[in-house]
């Protein structure tokens, strides 16, 4: 049986990463990963410190790491990955002026097959703790697009609101079957 495909879909705050993971998950019969971030903001009620940037990126490999493993027993063909480590090392950078988690994300993140970069064109909606604002999103899009280009990795944006975006991660993902 071959190995699941992991799909990464990265993004700033507010660019629909959890709802398009869900449905291609969904459209392909395959599994998702949820973003340990949010799990951490809801659990904790606060956003993560310095301190704390290094055990959120290895956690969210780890669940990377789990649902592959439940994708290979049970035959699923992908693994949707919602906000990878980069992102965590995105974030740690911006907010924290710490770019030690670089080199570590980059390692991680040659295990995908594809990455979807999701593109900041969705209206702005704040939900308190994770979305600071619409001008923080466009500088951390910019961070994700620098960081991928400096690791020379393949990538496919996705844009559009709605249907047009899950049609346009299905034609992303459908690219790995060609």
Avoid: N
Wanted: hydrophobic share 45%.
């Amino acid at each position: 049986m071959p190995s699941p495909q992991l799909i990464c879909l990265i993004g700033a705050e507010c660019t629909g990463k959890t709802t398009l993971a869900q449905a291609l998950a969904a459209h392909f019969g395959g599994l998702w990963v949820p973003e340990q971030l949010r799990d951490f903001c809801d659990l904790q009620g606060r956003t993560p410190r310095m301190d704390e940037q290094g055990a959120i990126m290895r956690a969210q490999f780890e669940r990377e790491e789990q649902v592959a493993a439940q994708a290979l027993q049970t035959g699923c063909a992908y693994v949707f990955c919602d906000s990878p480590p980069l992102l965590t090392a995105v974030y740690s950078d911006f907010y924290f002026s710490d770019p030690s988690l670089f080199d570590c994300a980059h390692a991680l993140h040659a295990r995908y097959a594809l990455t979807l970069v999701l593109s900041p064109d969705l209206p702005w909606q704040p939900d308190g703790l994770q979305r600071a604002s619409e001008v923080v999103r466009a500088a951390v899009h910019s961070r994700i697009q620098h960081a991928l280009q400096a690791m020379h990795m393949p990538q496919i944006e996705v844009a559009g609101l709605h249907e047009a975006r899950l049609q346009a991660g299905i034609e992303a993902v459908e690219t790995l079957t060609c």
